[in-house]
T-cell receptor, first 113, second 110 residues
Framework: GDSVTQMEGPVTLSEEAFLTINCTYT??????LFWYVQYPGEGLQLLLK?????DKGSNKGFEATYRKETTSFHLEKGSVQVSDSAVYFC????????????FGPGTRLSVLP | DVKVTQSSRYLVKRTGEKVFLECVQD?????MFWYRQDPGLGLRLIYF???????EKGDIPEGYSVSREKKERFSLILESASTNQTSMYLC?????????FGSGTRLTVV
């Protein structure tokens, strides 16, 4: 079945450091790929998405590129802030109408001042 | 701004109680979902619905049921709450690609 693998956390960085959170997937067909963010005590919010190969999703300084050849969708940010501390989930949807997401286990990011 | 609203942020119930978790979306989405989130286990799908009065079991439906009498409302029911149902419950809706999540209900069963 479809699956998403994320790098193990927690990840601890200093403010203004460069962030990479790795995400790889296994899926039949051509899934859409997503990054969601969960701030403490909150539900999940869509951070960015890409629906086809070579698409780049971006939002709030975060970027991820859909790499079909490596089945990856790594999340990057050039300079993290304390307010970026959260749990980040990579997800895919191979269903035609966006139902039945498969989520990765989440990566907790802590940014220190 | 589009919203998925979960009726309670925090809930404490006793073992054996019948518990209702309510979720309402204002986006006219057809698809709605209930997940639970536990440390180390990630998000697990409990039930989902593609239309009014329609429901499908997810990965962990045991001990739960759902109701969708109106398009905008999707209720999760714990028939007889148990301590192993203490968790964060997340409702989501979708139409096309991408989910919109509610803020979650943290349920504690004592």
């Amino acid at each position: 079945g479809d699956s998403v693998t994320q790098m193990e956390g927690p990840v601890t960085l200093s403010e203004e450091a460069f962030l990479t959170i790795n995400c790889t997937y296994t899926a039949t067909g051509y899934p859409s790929l997503f990054w969601y963010v969960q701030y403490p005590g909150e539900g999940l919010q869509l951070l960015l998405k890409a629906t086809k190969a070579d698409d780049k999703g971006s939002n709030k300084g975060f970027e991820a590129t859909y790499r079909k050849e490596t089945t990856s969708f790594h999340l990057e940010k050039g300079s993290v802030q304390v307010s970026d501390s959260a749990v980040y989930f990579c997800a895919l949807s191979a269903a035609p109408y966006g139902q039945n997401f498969v989520f990765g286990p989440g990566t907790r990011l802590s940014v220190l001042p | 701004d589009v919203k998925v609203t979960q009726s309670s942020r925090y809930l404490v119930k006793r073992t054996g109680e019948k518990v209702f978790l309510e979720c309402v979306q204002d986006m006219d989405h057809e698809n709605m979902f209930w997940y639970r989130q536990d440390p180390g286990l990630g998000l697990r799908l409990i039930y989902f619905s593609y239309d009014v009065k329609m429901k499908e079991k997810g990965d962990i439906p045991e001990g739960y049921s759902v109701s969708r009498e109106k398009k905008e409302r999707f209720s999760l029911i714990l028939e007889s709450a148990s301590t192993n149902q203490t968790s964060m419950y997340l409702c989501a809706s979708s139409q096309g690609f991408g989910y919109t999540f509610g803020s979650g209900t943290r349920l504690t069963v004592v």
